[in-house]
T-cell receptor, first 116, second 117 residues
């Protein structure tokens, strides 16, 4: 089965704390892509990162970092020194071949609230 | 640069009414998708299209129909709306990835909030 699980439904932290959002995926494909999207209160979906299954290097972009571990099928997202503007729902997604076509399968999302 | 545009942004329907959501993209993308977003369930794929004139069912296709008569447009239709179709609908598009090259990310529209009474 192609599946993405974000076990944390909601997380609430105080500003400047570090926070990690978990993502665990299941796929039979040997080649696949993983994504994180941010959905702020305004509702749009904002692309954050794409990672392919052959590249296990961790990536850092400013206060954001991603830890991809194939051994545990996880693609966790960490925000360092969180800010109120980071408050949003974050979705992890897996692009996989389903019924012969590439499709994006989303996790349930994690609602992150950063309190001042 | 408009990207992906959805119309309408908001709509209230009565049970049994019909309506069409329009998705238009100006990026010449081959793939287009319709998702619905419901609380606690993430985004679920309704229908998708891999090119002009072709459509296919996704995870939750029942009660919806789609058409892709033009490459830039992907229409989602509700023939007889039901309260269970109250949701936020997202259209997305992406280009086809070339062999050995990076595949395109998904570009999303701003969403269409539909309420069925």
């Amino acid at each position: 089965a192609q599946k993405v699980t974000q076990a944390q439904t909601e997380i609430s932290v105080v500003e400047k704390e570090d926070v990690t959002l978990d993502c665990v995926y299941e796929t039979r494909d040997t080649t696949y892509y993983l994504f994180w999207y941010k959905q702020p209160p305004s509702g749009e979906l904002v692309f954050l990162i794409r990672r392919n299954s052959f590249d296990e290097q961790n990536e850092i972009s400013g206060r954001y970092s991603w830890n991809f571990q194939k051994s545990t099928s996880s693609f966790n997202f960490t925000i360092t020194a969180s800010q109120v503007v980071d408050s949003a729902v974050y979705f992890c997604a897996l692009r996989a071949i389903i019924q012969g076509a590439q499709k994006l399968v989303f996790g349930q999302g994690t609602r992150l609230t950063i309190n001042p | 640069n408009a990207g992906v545009t959805q119309t309408p942004k908001f709509r209230v329907l009565k049970t049994g009414q019909s309506m069409t959501l329009l998705c238009a993209q100006d990026m010449n993308h081959e793939y287009m998708y319709w998702y619905r977003q419901d609380p606690g369930m993430g985004l679920r794929l309704i229908h998708y299209s891999v090119g002009e004139g072709t459509t296919a069912k996704g995870e939750v296709p029942d009660g919806y129909n789609v058409s892709r008569l033009k490459k830039q447009n992907f229409l989602l239709g509700l023939e007889s709306a039901a309260p269970s179709q109250t949701s936020v609908y997202f259209c997305a598009s992406r280009r086809v990835g070339l062999a050995g090259k990076k595949t395109g990310e998904l570009f999303f529209g701003e969403g269409s909030r539909l309420t069925v009474l």
